[in-house]
């Protein structure tokens, strides 16, 4: 487990907002949490990550996807300071993440797999971090945001996975950090504790926190992050929201039940219709770039035909599709970042 790096005011009433409002933050977007610019990084002859830029906003939670072996994770070290680079330049609110000590105190680190002393009880971890900072977070308010109340006097080896991963969350907190850096938070979680680990991401990126997600988890990305940028092989291969990326994929489908037998020529004809199948008598399936303008489009040519149309839906794409489009074997390809 890497030392918290500055305190929080805890619980989820008790978090305490930062210096500047969100709304002040918006109005930065010049002063970026983190900007990467052409960053490069070499282990032997192999270049693990090639050239890589972007920026995070402060305020934002992104997700920064990519197989293994992508360079995600040579990126993000570099990111918190544990790693030299090759080329290229990182800022990190501001300033190098290897050079000023201070930097420590306004990030937050929670790793996947933290190991701290296996006999030290919860409690008594969550005051130890709390005491390395100027204004530490209550530790019982923290114990409670966790919900690791009924585990305050368990010793840390006896914990679940689960109940690990919150404690780590709890310890990364323990700064009041202005940027986190948070490494497949919700492993080994079980489907409460981590929706409850959900909501408190959501809580402190309204507070102003830039949240900077690494997960395989791909739903968790899509539900949480504001923008995604997924690496391949040290290098971009895609970035924007994640409704830009689900677009751009063109995986998606528009659905809809009527008469059998509906001329496939005359549904093609639709603005913005690529493909229209009758994939058995009266289910059809149309897609096309913009699906919400093909139902609009679907519903007028259908009152004008005096059709009887129901069950129309849109099923769009996952995050998990695009991000296998683009990396997977097999995939089609890369398309621009956005």
Same mark, same amino acid.
Request: hydrophobic share 45%; net charge neutral.
């Given at each position: 487990?890497a030392?918290?790096?500055?305190?929080?005011?805890?619980?989820?009433?008790?978090?305490?907002?930062?210096?500047?409002? =969100?709304?002040?933050?918006?109005?930065?977007?010049?002063?970026?949490?983190?900007?990467?610019t052409g960053?490069?990084?070499h282990?032997?002859?192999?270049?693990?990550?090639d050239?890589?830029?972007?920026?995070?906003?402060?305020?934002?939670?992104?997700?920064?996807?990519?197989?293994n072996?992508?360079?995600?994770? %040579?990126?993000?070290?570099?990111?918190?300071g544990?790693?030299?680079r090759?080329g290229g330049?990182?800022?990190?609110?501001?300033?190098?993440?290897?050079?000023?000590?201070?930097?420590?105190?306004?990030?937050?680190?929670m790793?996947?797999q933290?190991?701290i002393?296996?006999?030290i009880?919860?409690?008594?971890?969550?005051?130890?971090?709390?005491?390395?900072?100027?204004?530490p977070a209550?530790?019982?308010?923290?114990?409670?945001?966790?919900?690791?109340?009924a585990?305050?006097?368990?010793?840390?080896?006896t914990?679940?996975?689960?109940?690990?991963?919150?404690?780590?969350?709890?310890?990364?907190?323990?700064?009041?950090?202005?940027?986190?850096?948070?490494?497949?938070?919700?492993?080994a979680?079980?489907?409460?504790a981590?929706?409850? %680990?959900?909501?408190l991401?959501?809580?402190?990126?309204?507070?102003?926190?830039?949240?900077?997600?690494?997960?395989?988890?791909?739903?968790?990305?899509?539900?949480?992050?504001?923008?995604?940028?997924?690496?391949?092989?040290?290098?971009?291969?895609?970035?924007?929201?994640p409704?830009?990326?689900l677009?751009?994929?063109g995986?998606?489908?528009? =659905?809809?039940?009527?008469?059998?037998?509906?001329?496939?020529?005359a549904?093609?004809?639709?603005?913005g219709v690529?493909?229209?199948?009758?994939?058995?008598?009266?289910?059809?399936?149309? %897609?096309?770039?913009?699906?919400?303008?093909?139902v609009?489009?679907?519903?007028?040519?259908?009152?004008?035909?005096?059709?009887?149309?129901?069950?129309?839906?849109?099923?769009r794409?996952?995050?998990e599709?695009v991000?296998?489009?683009?990396?997977?074997?097999?995939?089609?390809?890369?398309?621009?970042?956005?």
């Amino acid at each position: 487990m890497a030392l918290p790096l500055e305190p929080i005011a805890a619980t989820k009433t008790a978090l305490a907002p930062h210096d500047r409002s =969100r709304r002040a933050l918006a109005s930065e977007h010049q002063e970026m949490a983190i900007q990467v610019t052409g960053l490069v990084k070499h282990y032997g002859h192999t270049r693990a990550v090639d050239d890589l830029s972007f920026g995070v906003q402060r305020g934002e939670v992104f997700a920064l996807l990519g197989p293994n072996g992508a360079g995600k994770t %040579t990126t993000i070290e570099i990111l918190e300071g544990f790693r030299a680079r090759d080329g290229g330049d990182v800022a990190v609110l501001g300033q190098d993440p290897q050079a000023p000590v201070d930097l420590k105190q306004r990030v937050g680190l929670m790793l996947q797999q933290g190991v701290i002393y296996p006999n030290i009880q919860v409690l008594e971890a969550l005051r130890l971090f709390c005491s390395y900072y100027a204004r530490p977070a209550d530790p019982a308010q923290l114990l409670h945001l966790i919900g690791l109340e009924a585990q305050a006097k368990a010793r840390f080896r006896t914990l679940s996975g689960g109940q690990k991963q919150r404690l780590s969350l709890g310890l990364a907190l323990a700064g009041n950090p202005e940027l986190i850096f948070l490494d497949e938070p919700t492993a080994a979680m079980d489907p409460q504790a981590r929706l409850v %680990t959900w909501d408190l991401m959501k809580d402190l990126r309204q507070k102003g926190v830039t949240l900077l997600l690494s997960t395989h988890y791909l739903e968790e990305a899509q539900r949480l992050a504001d923008r995604v940028a997924i690496i391949d092989h040290g290098r971009l291969v895609a970035l924007g929201t994640p409704e830009e990326l689900l677009a751009q994929s063109g995986k998606g489908v528009v =659905r809809f039940i009527a008469t059998s037998g509906l001329p496939a020529a005359a549904l093609r004809a639709l603005p913005g219709v690529r493909t229209a199948q009758e994939e058995r008598p009266g289910a059809y399936v149309l %897609t096309g770039a913009d699906l919400d303008e093909i139902v609009i489009d679907v519903a007028i040519w259908s009152r004008a035909q005096r059709l009887r149309v129901t069950g129309l839906r849109v099923e769009r794409a996952t995050l998990e599709e695009v991000f296998l489009q683009l990396t997977g074997d097999g995939g089609e390809g890369r398309v621009d970042s956005v």
